[in-house]
């Protein structure tokens, strides 16, 4: 089907793009921009922006007001896309006809925000006049634009996620959510070796001395051209929110499962990848001597090369929340797991479905954590205290532990309440809080053996972990591991416990077998 | 057309209750070609979760469904060449126009373009909303917007067509015209799904029907075969010119009459015996001094029928 056919955008751009509102808008941006050109180009404030002038500045401004329609004006009507349908009760029509998945995604991921794009266009000619008068080279506008359309359709693709799996009865939180993912890549991460992958970035490239090109990111050590860094990203973001909309946008909402397991490890692997990738390794184990140039100041300073630990614990803290994350993308809800056990029979009660989804945990934080303590041991200076035996405790203790509240969360997500997930977060939240307050107040931190007690509980003892309490209290350290895995085990085969119930609910029912001969 | 195997769906009660409630139980059933097939039974039998099933709208929890042959959950959007849906609460897109409406859902469909002016116009035609082309959805009023509803169901052409009670919040006019509307696909070989609680109407157009109750098809058949099964013992009415005699009492000792019920100078029983026995019984009646000034045959509706088997009065 080609792209202009596809019925869900034809049907939007009907609706968005009726002759009144074409002619609206069309009088309302001619107003806006003779406006802002009369005030920037005729008012005695100094606009100037890097080297340019006036008429620069005034394409900068049109840039930026276009970034803001599209990104945030588009977005939230792609966020409404999907919810809006569903409260309407018009969604089951688009589910039962014969559009792909693919094609309706599509359809409403260029077709909701096609009036924000219409807008856009209608600034696109006090942009170019701008850029003209403003000797913007046109590398530079065409890059702007380039950036403006690719990270639009990205940051839609996340909202028609959050469209897809908000469900009815959200309001404005769907919404909220989305305008707190704009706002949060607007600032630039401090930690790694990347700059801001906002599409406001654009803004930037109106400065004459340094174009995109000029704009250099760091990976794995190597410098990369953020213009490219961004479109990778793009483009990969992308994908990676498009795949669970197509997943389930045309599957029964009671069945929605953002990613498969291979899905949802790789899209974590692919996030840790980022996340070890563009951390400025060289950067953190320098030591030495380093020139600093601060306004028109020059200075040297001395550089120390951070502790490795540390170093490692942040990250596997980073792939924590990481992989927190997909777990929550994996969780079987009490009605996939019902049908499982009517199509499954035993097979749903297994050792291996007791276990869903710490296997994808385990492998993820493996994975990510070998490869940290890799990058660690090349990089680190060499002066520095680094074990392998202390390392692999800390991967295997993160894995224990992440196993454990993922069985719990997991087990909790299969109670029969009103939201079983948000109780069970809740749950969790609380338990963290009541330790975390207890042991603080009881100033157990304070003692190395103390601290390694409480590893028994709570992971947070692990981040302070140094040589010197790991050899104070080894065995502690390690009976706190075993501990961690028998909590794990406890939360596994309560888990097997609710699957089994749900096989004696139904003792009607019958099993994939029995089907198969029924239908045969 | 429509096949059901082993059919169940089994939903949690709501929090703070334990138990499941099963929707759909083990459901059988086979809607051959060309039939308006009505599915009866009250509120929360699980008529419309067998309808979303039918649809692949939802997922049973376990069982096939099969529409034309095609399994509905293998190949979704095979199975939607195959069937028109409309479901019992609904919105249009009020912005769109009437042909627009309907021109989407044919692309949607994947209609072949060179064909889908002609097909949108030839429904507009078929619902009767000609004048209301080119006017916005919003304009129509509710019974043009379930017109426009069908119109949307039908203009694929399918060969089977699913309604959740369309017939609900329409006015006795557009009720009857539903009617007809639905009578002349029919004609035209459409096989028509049907859920309503309008028990006279589905009477009226069905050929066969299945009376659903917590999740179970207690009845299936041709109409007028459920209707015999249900009428093995006739319903008889005797009304008295005036109330005197004793009429409950006498007919209480008359062989094969069974529950005599009187309401003032009537009285209604069951009466196991045929035509001739039901004469002698009338003319011994009379020739007790039984002032008879009428005698009915109650013949069993569609409703009194479904409120008798729901009851248990008829197993």
């Known amino acids: 089907m080609k792209f202009f056919n596809n019925p869900e955008f034809v049907r939007n751009a009907r609706i968005q793009l009726r002759k009144g509102r074409v002619f ?123 950036i403006l359309l690719l990270g639009s359709i990205a940051f839609h693709s996340l909202a028609l996620l959050i469209s897809v799996i908000e469900g009815r009865g959200a309001g404005p939180v769907g919404i909220l959510v989305y305008l707190f993912a704009v706002v949060i890549t607007l600032v630039p991460p401090a930690i790694w070796a990347v700059r801001q992958v906002s599409p406001f970035v654009a803004v930037e490239l109106v400065d004459h001395d340094s174009n995109v090109f000029t704009l250099k990111d760091e990976f794995f050590g190597f410098g990369v051209s953020h213009f490219l860094v961004l479109i990778a990203l793009y483009f990969a973001f992308t994908a990676w929110f498009l795949l669970p909309v197509v997943r389930n946008i045309k599957r029964d909402p009671s069945l929605y499962q953002i990613y498969s397991g291979l899905q949802a490890l790789g899209f974590a692997l692919f996030m840790s990848l980022l996340q070890i990738g563009f951390y400025p390794w060289k950067a953190v184990f320098f030591q030495g001597i380093i020139s600093v140039r601060l306004a028109e100041v020059s ?53 291996w479905a007791a276990a869903w989804p710490a296997p994808y945990v385990v492998v993820g934080v493996t994975l990510v954590g070998g490869s940290v303590a890799i990058l660690i041991s090349h990089y680190r200076y060499p002066d ?27 087990c909790m997500n299969l109670r029969r309440v009103r939201r079983p997930l948000r109780s069970a977060v809740l749950y969790v939240v609380i338990f963290y809080g009541c330790t975390a307050t207890l042991f603080s107040a009881l100033d ?48 596994w085969w309560l888990h097997r416990q609710r699957l089994k119930e749900f096989q004696e609910e139904a003792p009607k029912r019958l099993i994939a077998k029995e089907l198969q001969t029924a239908s045969a | 057309m429509i096949h059901l195997i082993n059919l169940t769906k089994q939903y949690d009660l709501p929090s703070g209750k334990s138990g499941q409630i099963l929707a759909a139980d083990r459901l059988n059933l086979e809607v051959p070609n060309r039939e308006i097939f009505g599915l009866v039974g009250p509120n929360g039998a699980g008529k419309t979760t067998t309808l979303k099933m ?72 078929r619902m009767n909303l000609e004048s209301k082309r080119d006017d916005p959805i919003s304009g129509l009023s509710r019974g043009m917007k379930q017109r426009l509803g069908i119109g949307r169901a039908i ?25 007809r509307l639905l009578k002349e696909l029919n004609a035209e070989g459409k096989t028509i799904f049907i ?54 009492e006498w007919l209480a000792s008359q062989l094969g009459v069974q529950e005599p019920i009187g309401k003032g100078s009537e009285v209604e029983f069951g009466f196991t015996g045929n ?23 109650r013949t069993e509706t569609l409703e009194r029928l479904y409120s008798r088997i729901s009851s248990g009065e008829v197993m």
């Open chain 1, 384 to 410: 520095e205290f680094w074990s392998w035996p202390l390392v692999a405790y800390d991967v295997g203790y993160v894995v224990a532990w992440l196993t454990r509240d993922v069985l719990f969360v997991q």
């Open chain 1, 299 to 351: 200075a040297t300073v001395r550089h120390d090369a951070l502790p490795t630990l540390p170093v490692e614990q942040f990250h596997l803290l980073c792939s924590m929340i990481v992989m927190a994350v997909m777990t929550l993308a994996l969780l079987r809800s009490r009605e996939v797991v019902r049908i499982r056990v009517q199509s499954l029979g035993k097979l749903a009660l297994s050792v």
């Open chain 1, 24 to 146: 609206s808008a069309i009088v309302v941006c001619s107003a806006l921009s003779g406006t802002i050109w009369a005030s920037i180009v005729h008012a005695d404030v100094d606009f100037s922006i890097g080297s340019l002038r006036r008429a620069g500045a005034v394409f900068a401004f049109t840039l930026c007001m276009q970034i803001a329609i599209l990104l945030i004006g588009g977005g939230i009507y792609v966020v409404q896309s999907v919810h809006r349908e569903m409260e309407q009760n018009t969604f089951d029509f688009q589910r039962v006809t014969r559009l792909s998945a693919l094609e309706l995604a599509c359809g409403k991921l260029f077709g909701s925000p096609v009036g924000a794009y219409f807008v856009t266009l209608c600034f696109m000619p006090l942009s170019l006049v701008g850029a003209i008068r403003g000797h913007v080279p046109a590398r530079l506008v065409a890059e702007a634009y380039v």
């Open chain 1, 444 to 491: 157990i931190y304070a003692y190395a053996r103390n601290a390694a007690l409480t590893a028994f509980l709570v992971p947070s003892p692990l981040y302070a972990l140094s040589p010197s309490n790991w050899s104070t209290a080894k065995a502690i350290w390690i009976l706190a591991l075993v501990a961690q895995s028998i909590e794990a085990c406890f939360f």
């Open chain 2, 54 to 125: 039918i649809c692949g709208l939802q997922v049973p929890t376990s069982g096939r469904v099969t529409v034309n042959g095609v399994d509905v959950q293998r190949e979704p959007e095979e199975a939607q060449r195959h069937l028109g849906y409309l479901a019992d609460f609904f919105s249009l897109y009020d912005d769109l126009r009437v042909w627009e409406y309907l021109d989407y859902f044919a692309h949607a469909y994947k209609m072949e373009s060179i064909k889908i002016p002609q097909r949108v116009d030839e429904v507009i035609r």
């Open chain 2, 155 to 179: 203009i694929h052409d399918p060969p089977l067509i699913v309604l959740d009670e369309p017939a609900a919040g329409l006015d006795p006019k557009a009720r009857v015209e539903l009617k």
């Open chain 2, 195 to 248: 859920t309503s609680h309008i028990l006279a109407d589905l009477e009226e157009i069905c050929t066969s029907i299945a009376i659903m109750e917590k999740g179970q098809l207690i009845r299936i058949g041709r109409l007028e075969e459920v209707m015999r099964e249900a009428v093995s013992i006739r319903r008889i009415r005797i009304q008295l010119a005036s109330p005197e005699f004793a009429l409950e």
């Open chain 2, 275 to 297: 035509d001739a026995m039901l004469a002698e019984l009338v003319r011994e009646l009379i020739g007790a001094g039984a002032p008879v000034c009428g005698v009915e045959k």
